[in-house]
């Protein structure tokens, strides 16, 4: 269960293609405000990724942070500094497995809102 001093602590990862145990190469889809892990997984049997571990981590609460990203750093935390570490943590999961962060690609959407 997510803390309040690492509110993405522990936040669930979904997995698509090729084992990361197999897999040479990985892309981490990182979801957008109010979106799901499991939404922008979908993008993945459309992308040129079939030999890839696809990872999505799922943002506590639907979103990464909680106000825009211009707003001052202070007003977005403990959230933004913990989005971070977990997106670190999964890179360093996956570099543990066998790929090394050359062969790992991130991809996502915004933040925004209205």
Same mark, same amino acid.
């Given at each position: 269960m ?21 897999a040479?190469r990985?892309?981490?889809?990182i979801?957008?405000?109010?979106s ?6 979908? !993008?993945?049997?459309? /992308?040129p990724?079939? %030999?890839?571990? *696809?990872?999505?981590?799922?943002a ?6 909680p106000?825009?990203?211009?707003r001052?750093?202070e007003?977005?935390?403990p959230? !933004?500094s913990?989005? /971070?570490?977990?997106i %670190?943590?999964? *890179?360093q999961?996956l570099s543990?497995?066998g ?8 991809g996502?959407?915004?933040?925004a809102h209205a």
């Amino acid at each position: 269960m997510p803390s309040s001093h690492d509110p993405h602590g522990g936040i669930d990862i979904l997995h698509a293609g090729v084992p990361v145990e197999t897999a040479k190469r990985a892309l981490i889809l990182i979801h957008g405000r109010g979106s799901t892990a499991r939404e922008i997984l979908t !993008l993945a049997p459309n /992308l040129p990724v079939t %030999d890839f571990a *696809v990872l999505a981590p799922q943002a506590a609460g639907s979103v990464w942070y909680p106000q825009r990203f211009m707003r001052p750093v202070e007003e977005n935390e403990p959230y !933004l500094s913990s989005a /971070l570490a977990a997106i %670190d943590r999964l *890179v360093q999961r996956l570099s543990g497995s066998g790929i090394p962060p050359e062969r790992i690609a991130i991809g996502g959407f915004s933040q925004a809102h209205a």
